[in-house]
């Protein structure tokens, strides 16, 4: 006992030495930790770029994506995202506000990349992971398609990181993206989700020569997805498209997992929306002035979730905006009418504001530029308890730089139709954000927690 307590206290007194000497240990770090950059593209969101460990070092997790030991497993890139906070919804009243923070405190188990402090939301610590294995088989999990836990960018996603049995290999082998993830054949999660993938592997596909392929759940059927992925992937061709669904081994020479990324995030979000923006013709570093924009888009809402007294409230907007006399128009609109994303694109940079009630349309918030007033309705239960919207437009907006009003409608049936809605509040939001939007300051701050949180 004795003897060991003496050579423990030895070692403890010449690591001790050692460090007196090289106070910094500079070299020791320059010589283990390997920090890739992405390198610039000339986008606004280069600034929010993540930082690279591509090398395991003493002290990473050993699941750090550099550290996995996984059979077949070549590459391993941890993605450092940066922290960041944006502003809580714009409000047009006390009740509104406290409405909504009472649903969104009743979310604080589920929603749990967010942290709601004073005015701000903060996202803290969030991390993603780009894993290639060579000669591994997609033998089915994760389950193609499907909402779980483990599901390809839900937060189990990591469960799955050892699930690709080795094989023998060939050359002819495709080297595939894994991007299956749940619903991603609609626009909502093709948009939300496989787009986040594939902006977090931008730097790696594009390096990569040889021609990728993706392998999604099963055929796109909807005509927003088919044109964005071309827009989205060089060089792509419907047969860049591999289908898992029903398939009970997928050969590959090379496999990019990406399924651990983070759903929001700027540089995922802006990054995705840039490159279409490219891809439509428009330079995405050129921005219309928000002002000089005369069209404020309405959505209206068909079927199930209707929104009984909308027609009463779209009637009032347009008072509201004819008596301001400022060229502006109230554009419902009709996705029939833009069967080009491009046009959508080109719609966009008309566009002031956008308003109606929660619903898919609401994605085509991808389509548009930084600036974009967001109003929405959110149907929520009445009792306070939860809501149709969650915080996903607010937080998809406001990661694009788009200012966010709320309006929360409590008279609504059990499955979210809007029964009466006091049109006022609607009109009011639009109000302020037509008389504030020039000039609101940026609802998202890149931010250092220091020991804020500590
Ligand atoms: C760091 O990465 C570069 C490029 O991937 C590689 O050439 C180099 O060997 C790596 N250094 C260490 C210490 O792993
Ligand atoms: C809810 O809407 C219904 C149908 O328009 C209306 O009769 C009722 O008075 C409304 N309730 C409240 C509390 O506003």
Not at 130 to 158: F, H, R, T
Not at 278 to 288: F, K, L, N, S, W
Not at 345 to 351: E, F, I
Not at 416 to 430: E, F, G, K, P, R
Request: charged share 20%.
């Amino acid at each position: 006992m004795e003897f060991c307590l003496a050579l423990v206290l030895s070692a403890a007194t010449v690591l001790l030495l050692v460090a007196a000497e090289e106070p910094f240990a500079s070299n020791t770090l320059s010589e283990s930790v390997n920090i890739s950059r992405i390198s610039p593209r000339s986008f606004p969101s280069d600034v929010w770029r993540p930082l690279l460990l591509t090398t395991c070092f003493p002290s990473l997790h050993h699941e750090s994506a550099p550290c996995r030991r996984v059979p077949n497993l070549v590459y391993g890139e941890e993605l450092l995202y940066q922290d960041f906070r944006i502003r809580l919804p714009h409000f047009v009243n006390a009740e509104q506000k406290r409405i909504y923070l009472k649903v969104l405190h009743h979310y604080r188990h589920i929603w749990l990349r967010g942290r709601v402090i004073g005015d701000y939301a903060y996202f803290l610590n969030q991390r993603g992971q780009n894993l290639i294995y060579s000669n591994v088989m997609y033998v089915g999990k994760p389950v193609p398609g499907m909402w779980a836990e483990d599901a390809c960018m839900s937060y189990s996603a990591d469960k799955h990181v050892s699930a690709f049995p080795p094989w023998k290999g060939s050359d002819t082998a495709p080297a595939a993206i894994f991007v299956a993830s749940p619903d991603d054949y609609s626009f909502q999660h093709f948009t939300d989700r496989v787009a986040m993938m594939l902006a977090q592997t931008r730097h790696l596909s594009t390096r990569v020569a040889g021609g990728w392929k993706y392998i999604v759940t099963g055929p796109y059927r909807v005509p927003a997805v088919s044109q964005l992925w071309p827009m989205l992937v060089p060089g792509f061709t419907p047969e860049s498209l591999i289908h898992a669904r029903g398939k009970p081994e997928i050969q590959t020479r090379l496999l990019v997992y990406p399924c651990q990324t983070p759903l929001i995030h700027p540089y995922t979000h802006q990054l995705a929306s840039e490159v279409i923006q490219q891809a439509a013709g428009y330079d995405p570093r050129v921005i219309e002035p928000v002002g000089s924009r005369p069209v404020i888009l309405f959505f209206a809402r068909r079927g199930s979730r209707a929104w009984h007294n909308e027609n009463e409230c779209r009637l009032a907007i347009e008072q509201l905006i004819a008596g301001r006399n400022r060229n502006e128009q109230l554009v419902t609109f009709q996705a029939d009418a833009y069967p080009n994303a491009r046009d959508v694109v080109k719609l966009g940079r008309r566009v002031k504001l956008m308003v109606g009630v929660h619903g898919g349309a609401f994605y085509n918030l991808v389509y548009m530029q930084p600036g974009t007033g967001i109003v929405e309705v959110c149907p929520v239960a009445p009792d306070g308890k939860s809501s149709r919207c969650g915080a996903m437009f607010w937080e998809m907006s406001n990661v694009r730089n788009m200012p966010y009003w709320s309006v929360v409608a409590t008279n609504v049936t059990h499955d979210w139709q809007i029964l009466t809605m006091d049109c006022n509040l609607v009109v009011s939001a639009v109000r302020n954000a037509l008389e504030n939007i020039e000039n609101i300051p940026s609802p998202l701050e890149a931010f250092h927690q220091g020991t804020k949180f500590g």
